[in-house]
């Protein structure tokens, strides 16, 4: 399907909303996912008629959305409602401005200051950087080590992890980091010529195969992005690679399995008991506790964002290290890598050792 950036007079339909979803069959959605959003982007069309008669979601302005945002609130939605409801309304604005059908997308700033009212919540347990310290040094096992100082040092999701392969991956002597014969050892391209660096790829999805492998948790970012691996993290990789199991799979997952499951491919739940067994055992995590007392892999993105937007002043390279933005966005820190993203994130990514 086309990606025009101009305005088409064809597009000039009377229901965007059923027009994006005529679309959404197009690209092979299921049933349940356009219903899902139908009732959502309808329920905000509903919003906007009974604040003005006239109004439509094509004039809607940033304002009218945080306004539906905030009725959401004061209607007592959980906040992963609120937080589902809202990456529709984006999707639904995003993909109408792509296409030239909408000037522009109102939910962009919704969402940035969602995130970061996410990012700052004042009920979430704080840890300073010599605290984590010690907490690193309690744990031992090259997996488990190597797990969280990449959660802690990039930032991803824990499903993004989970989906790395060892062609995501490139250290400083920019060599393929294991010789095994399979079709997809090689290297991305994308990572040509960066230096030690991780590829984060927004294509896998549950339950879809990727490299010749189903799935079993999504990639959340809205373009690919290139993470640079400081001397901390390459270390913890090459401790943790050198006693890395052969994997089960073809498509050589980076982090695999070293108890029951061995050799197969982690996933978020490994992830999460690997992180909770250490965080319980130093006081971070208890049975029962809520998600601003203990400590989780996501505690460790909230780590990240907050600590290297502080030292960077940078939110916009911040948000490109999580995945957070998309197109022009993204284009101004890809153009200029090394200088805009590896030298500010070197310069002052937080040492954990």
């Known amino acids: 399907m086309s990606t025009e950036t101009t305005p088409d007079p064809e597009r000039d339909v009377e229901d965007p909303v059923a027009y994006f979803l005529q679309d959404m069959t197009y690209h092979g959605k299921s049933g349940r996912t356009r219903a899902a959003y139908e009732r959502v982007l309808r329920q905000f069309e509903a919003f906007l008629g009974d604040s003005d ?43 109408m401005a792509q296409i030239g059908a909408f000037d522009s997308n109102p939910m962009t700033l919704v969402v940035e200051e969602m995130d970061e009212r996410i990012d700052t919540n004042p009920s979430r347990r704080e840890i300073t950087l010599p605290e984590l310290r010690e907490f690193l040094e309690t744990v031992s096992h090259p997996l488990d080590h190597a797990v969280i100082v990449a959660l802690l040092k990039t930032g991803m999701r824990v499903g993004e992890l989970c989906n790395l392969d060892v062609r995501d991956v490139t250290l400083s002597d920019a060599e393929p980091l294991r010789a095994v014969g399979s079709e997809f050892a090689e290297p991305r391209a994308q990572l040509d010529g960066r230096g030690p660096s991780i590829y984060v790829s927004p294509d896998p999805v549950a339950g879809e195969e990727v490299a010749g492998e189903e799935r079993s948790a999504s990639n959340k970012r809205k373009r690919s992005t290139v993470i640079p691996i400081d001397t901390e993290l390459e270390a913890a990789l090459r401790r943790w690679l050198a006693i890395r199991p052969d994997a089960r799979s073809d498509a050589e997952p980076l982090f695999v399995s070293t108890s029951g499951r061995w ?32 400590v989780t892999p996501h505690y460790f993105r909230h780590f990240f964002t907050t600590h290297l937007r502080d030292r960077t002043g940078d939110r916009g390279i911040v948000k490109y290290l999580r995945g957070d933005v998309g197109g022009d966005i993204v284009d101004t820190y890809t153009h200029n890598w090394g200088d805009r993203v590896r030298e500010t994130y070197e310069t002052h990514i937080y040492s954990v050792y």
């Open 53 to 95: 008669p006239g109004a439509s979601v094509r004039e809607a302005t940033h304002r009218d959305c945080m306004a539906w945002i905030h009725t959401l609130r004061g209607s007592d939605a959980a906040d992963s409602t609120i937080a589902t409801y809202a990456s529709y309304l984006h999707r639904f604005y995003a993909y």
């Open 263 to 294: 050799g197969a491919r982690l996933t978020p739940d490994m992830v999460h008991h690997i992180v909770e067994r250490h965080a319980s055992a130093f006081g971070w995590h208890r049975s029962g506790g809520d998600a601003e007392e203990n």
